[in-house]
Each structure stands twice: as C-alpha cells, then as structure tokens.
C-alpha cells in the first residue's frame, strides 16, 4: 500500500517548523521527503519503519516539535535523546527521526518513539 505525499504534508499543523536551540531547522515537505527517501533506499528497519510512520501520517495529524538536534529536554519515560533526531508528533505520540549527515545530506537511520 502506497501513501499519499499531499495529504501527508497537509496533515501537519504547523508548517513553519522554526524552532530555537536547534542545529537546523525543518518543515513539512521536507520530513516527508526524508522519510519517502528512507522507505526508498534506507536499511530494512527503517524502510519498514519510515512507511509505517507515513501510512500514520498520512491519516493522522501530526506537527514538526524540534529541528535536528541532540538532546532536548525529554518526556515521557524517556530521558534526552543524545543522539542527533528531528521531534516529530503524530496522533499525540512522540517520535524521533534519527540522522546523520552523509555527503552534506541528511539520512534517517533509525525512527524511535
């Protein structure tokens, strides 16, 4: 089952993703395109995992909460994440897009919530 990139990227709800403390900043578009890259070429998991994400997206709100960074502040059960991540929120559920920088390009190498 394939998804919908349009209605993906008209599900979030803010749209600016500016945020403050963060290594860079992102939006919408461009989440989905790292996702779509990584549901493309990503290892195994995180292909698996990335179309997960998208079909949830894809039916859900969601909202950008933190550019790339490492670190933050927590929630939940969990501490700080030391590890570089994006914040997403989809259906009030916590995800973190885990990156590196390969080549000056951004690629997901592990999605966690």
Request: with cysteine.
């Amino acid at each position: 089952m394939q998804y919908n990139k349009a209605t993906v990227i008209r599900n979030c709800k803010n749209v600016s993703g500016r945020y403050q403390g963060v290594d860079f900043n992102i939006n919408a578009r461009h989440v989905v395109g790292l996702l779509d890259t990584a549901v493309k070429i990503g290892q195994k998991g995180t292909q698996r995992d990335a179309k997960a994400l998208l079909r949830i997206m894809e039916n859900k709100e969601w909202q950008v909460r933190a550019g790339g960074h490492s670190g933050g502040i927590g929630g939940g059960v969990h501490g700080a994440d030391p590890n570089p991540h994006i914040t997403l929120r989809v259906d009030n559920k916590g995800y973190h897009l885990r990156y590196k920088v390969v080549d000056k390009s951004i690629k997901l190498v592990e999605i966690t919530s």
